[in-house]
């Protein structure tokens, strides 16, 4: 049987068999070597000693290098110094498969952020990008959990779509036989079309934004995490969402306290309800405190959303965009006809993690502002979505966020692109 390095520290005294990567090789004298390891679960120190493997099997530690895959027998043994507060005492040493010399010079501490991202393969071999990676897996997890526990199914829509679902300029463009497409930017259109068959539905999967952006919370490819619910309102959807990020927050403190302590990161709890900031105020709070001047129906940026969320010192839910500013699908506020019901999640470090709101049921406004976006929205491209106005719609609500922000907020990672496993940007297709 083969043990996983994760599972050793219950095994003190035991003898066990481990298969594993080698990090780091310390040779001292002709009797003596240190092998650091980590099996993709944890890491591990192991001794090696002539006099516990004899001489044949010790002379097997000349050819390892670093990045080598070995089997290794040996008895678990508790020591508080090494990593874990466990040491493995070798007894037969095997090479699965040999590295070489050249492994060192693959990436070195002085290797830039260039030469990182093309040497991606290796660096994700280290324990510190692969907690990154642990901790998306768990996240991913921890949301699949709220989302069934909330009653909602998990749906996979296409991602070569016909048409735009967020803004003209930010869509990949692609052959599709002989005529062209798109990758989607967000499945939320399908996901309204998918309540009329599972009521409230969920989805995990890519989206694609061609944006020409260059910032820390950028990327070409993310995974988008995306629901949409039958008969729920805009402000039932704040408070699902309130859940949703404390539940997250909540299971990572319980189960991941090892990936936090690695980034020294200290993770609060947020309260409930989150400060909500409309957007008008958010434009005032922006000029009287911090002389930011954005004319009103513009974008907040990325600096002066960093500075609101400052100003507030936590999470803070901003809401009631005027209407010219938001896509077609946006719900218009019925008691103020120029904004709409829907709102962004803003979080430290990583700035907008959450595009949520209520949808437009009315047929003839949703027909109005189709026309009015710029570009024009086709709305022959949007049939099948306008039926769903035309055949008993009901109030429905949504959200949309980037799971990479998510976790680029919960770690504190100044670049979003170090959770992702190969990322995708302005500047790089490999590897
Ligand atoms: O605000 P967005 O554009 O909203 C939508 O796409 C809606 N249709 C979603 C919905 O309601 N179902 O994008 C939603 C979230 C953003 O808040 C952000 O977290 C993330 O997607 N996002 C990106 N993440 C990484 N790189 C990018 N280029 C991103 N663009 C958006």
Not at 118 to 132: F, L
Request: proline share 5%; net charge negative.
């Amino acid at each position: 049987m083969i043990n996983k390095i994760s599972e050793l520290s219950d095994l003190i005294g035991k003898e066990v068999k481990i298969e594993s990567w080698v990090l780091n090789i310390r040779r001292q004298g002709k009797k003596l070597c240190f092998l650091s390891l980590y099996d993709g679960t944890a890491e591990l120190q192991a001794t090696v000693k002539l006099n516990n493997v004899g001489e044949d099997n010790f002379a097997i530690t000349n050819d390892i290098y670093r990045g080598a895959s070995v089997s290794l027998i040996g008895t678990v043994v508790e020591d508080t110094r090494s990593v874990g507060g466990i040491e493995l005492q070798v007894s037969k040493v095997h090479i699965i498969h040999p590295s070489l010399e050249t492994f060192d010079q693959e990436i070195t501490p002085e290797s830039g952020a260039d030469v990182r991202l093309t040497k991606r393969h290796i660096v994700i071999r280290g324990p510190k990008s692969a907690s990154v990676l642990r901790l998306k897996s768990h996240v991913i997890k921890y949301l699949r959990e709220y989302f069934y526990s909330r009653g909602l199914e998990e749906v996979v829509p296409p991602l070569i779509v016909e048409a735009q679902a967020e803004g003209g300029s930010e869509l990949f463009e692609i052959k599709y036989f002989d005529t062209h497409a798109y990758l989607t930017q967000s499945s939320q259109l399908y996901l309204e079309a998918a309540i009329y068959s599972l009521r409230d539905v969920f989805c995990i999967l890519p989206s694609f934004r061609a944006e020409k952006s260059r910032t820390r919370r950028h990327l070409a490819e993310y995974t988008h995490v995306e629901t949409e619910h039958a008969y729920m309102d805009f402000s039932g959807l704040l408070d699902f969402l309130e859940d949703m990020i404390i539940h997250v927050i909540t299971q990572v403190r319980k189960y991941d306290s090892d990936i936090l302590e690695l980034w020294e990161r200290k993770l609060d709890i947020p309260e409930k309800p989150f400060p909500r900031v409309n957007y008008n105020d958010a434009l005032k709070i922006l000029k009287e405190n911090y002389d930011i001047d954005i004319p009103h129906g513009e974008d907040i940026s990325d600096a002066p959303e960093r500075q609101l969320v400052e100003h507030f010192g936590k999470p803070i839910i901003l809401q009631n965009f005027p209407k010219k500013m938001k896509p077609f699908y946006h719900k218009i506020d019925p008691d103020d006809p120029n904004i709409t019901k829907s709102a962004d999640f803003l979080f430290p470090i990583c700035g907008e993690l959450i595009g949520c709101g209520e949808r437009e049921t009315d047929i003839d406004s949703m027909l109005k502002r189709m026309g009015q976006m710029n570009p024009p929205v086709d709305p022959e491209h949007y049939y099948w979505y306008l039926d769903l106005r035309r055949y008993g719609s009901v109030p429905h609500s949504g959200f949309g966020m980037g799971l990479e922000r998510l976790v680029q907020w919960l770690l504190d990672l100044e670049h979003i692109r170090d959770t992702t496993l190969f990322p995708r940007t302005l500047n790089r297709l490999s590897p």
